[in-house]
């Protein structure tokens, strides 16, 4: 059993930063791409961001490109969403997930391709 926990939301104003965290454990975290999702209200879940197994590799939503950064720390079985320049646009949960394909060679946004989720994490960005 996989478990995803995430921290680091909050309230910020725009142009403000935060950086959300995501702590995996019950598989080798090392052979997994994660990705970080959100929800607005209303709204579908959408793909913000993944990083593949090896870190070596990353992709962004248009939407965040230039904005957000994704980063993993394998030793620690940790990954990150750096969340710079923001705004009441990118007001919403924000969930971690990890692939369900060992090792895959590319990076997909896919909701159905990630496997497991965390409970999420809320970012509220004011104007």
């Known amino acids: 059993q996989v478990q995803l926990v995430e921290s680091g939301g909050g309230l910020v104003q725009a142009g403000g930063s935060l950086r959300l965290s995501c702590a995996a454990s019950?598989?080798?975290?090392?052979?997994?791409?994660m990705g970080w999702f959100r929800q607005a209200p209303g709204k579908e879940r959408e793909f913000v961001a993944a990083?593949?197994?090896?870190?070596?590799?990353?992709h962004y939503a248009d939407s965040v490109k230039g904005r957000f950064t994704i980063s993993r720390d394998n030793a620690k079985n940790m990954v990150y969403l750096q969340l710079n320049s923001l705004k009441p646009e990118d007001t919403a949960v924000y969930y971690c997930?990890?692939?369900?394909?060992?090792?895959?060679?590319?990076?997909?946004?896919?909701?159905?391709?990630?496997?497991?989720w965390g409970q999420g994490t809320q970012v509220t960005v004011s104007s």
């Open positions: 990083i593949g197994w090896s870190g070596g590799r990353t």
């Open positions: 019950g598989r080798t975290f090392s052979s997994y791409a």
């Open positions: 997930a990890s692939d369900r394909v060992y090792r895959r060679s590319g990076l997909t946004g896919r909701t159905q391709e990630y496997e497991y």
